[in-house]
């Protein structure tokens, strides 16, 4: 039941895209999993989710150096309500860079390199709750049209430890819709393997996204069945 689950989210991208036509995506959709910002545009995202009595809220800050290259920031801070896990997480520092834009390739694929590195936080916090630093690259892919937007990554993940060092690979498939109106919604999943089989996860998740011009507020709502967790949170995107 599961497998059929986690199928199901990796083929929807593939069916979709028969049914849709080559067009370009809406300006300032920051919730686009293919959006990337201009030169010297800064995207702000806050976020704040609750799940398993953990409060968590964060704040991300990115910058676009260049029409291809953009870098950023982010950290969280969690409270949990019936545990000690309370603290600051890691910071997050990555970026992304575009491989190819639609206008480079005859199919109109859009590609990115994403890299980066986490550091710091508290044991309580951090994931794994043992690795001081955790350092990842992937490659995102996929192809925006008028009224939606198909994509898919893989990210690879390297936890350096002694005694408990490991890697993760991460398959996320995403479908985004744009509706009428300023609504739009999402659906997608994170299927992880790790070297390490207790680190595997499966997640399912769906947003919806309401814009007002450069502002986007979001909600959420994600379920991971290895540990059938449930988590909802909202976002605040804000593009200067």
């Known amino acids: 039941m599961l497998f059929k689950k986690i199928m199901a989210v990796a083929v929807m991208p ?17 919730s686009d999993p293919l959006y990337m910002q201009g030169r010297s545009e800064i995207l702000s995202t806050s976020n704040i989710a609750y799940y398993d009595s953990i409060l968590r809220i964060g704040q991300s800050l990115s910058y676009g150096f260049t029409e291809r290259f953009n870098a950023g920031i982010s950290l969280h801070y969690q409270n949990d309500f019936h545990g000690d896990e309370d603290g600051f997480s890691s910071f997050d520092l990555g970026g992304k860079y575009r491989l190819m834009t639609a206008a480079d390739n005859s199919a109109n694929i859009i590609s990115d390199v994403l890299f980066g590195f986490k550091f710091g936080g508290s044991s309580h916090v951090r994931t794994p709750w043992f690795a001081d630093s955790t350092y990842y690259a992937g490659l995102r892919f996929g192809r925006e049209y008028a009224a939606m937007t198909l994509a898919g990554t893989v990210k690879s993940s390297w936890i350096f430890d002694d005694e408990r060092g490991m890697s993760y690979i991460d398959f996320i498939p995403e479908v985004y819709f ?9 659906v997608g999943g994170d299927i992880r393997k790790s070297t390490n089989p207790d680190f595997d996860q499966e997640w399912l998740n769906a947003k919806l996204v309401r814009q007002y011009g450069r502002t986007q507020y979001i909600g959420h709502i994600d379920y991971e069945f290895e540990g059938d967790e449930l988590q909802i949170g909202a976002k605040l995107n804000i593009l200067f």
């Open 14 to 30: 593939v069916m979709a895209m028969f049914v849709c036509s080559a067009a370009s995506a809406a300006n300032f959709d920051t």
């Open 178 to 186: 744009r509706l009428r109106g300023a609504w739009r919604v999402g």
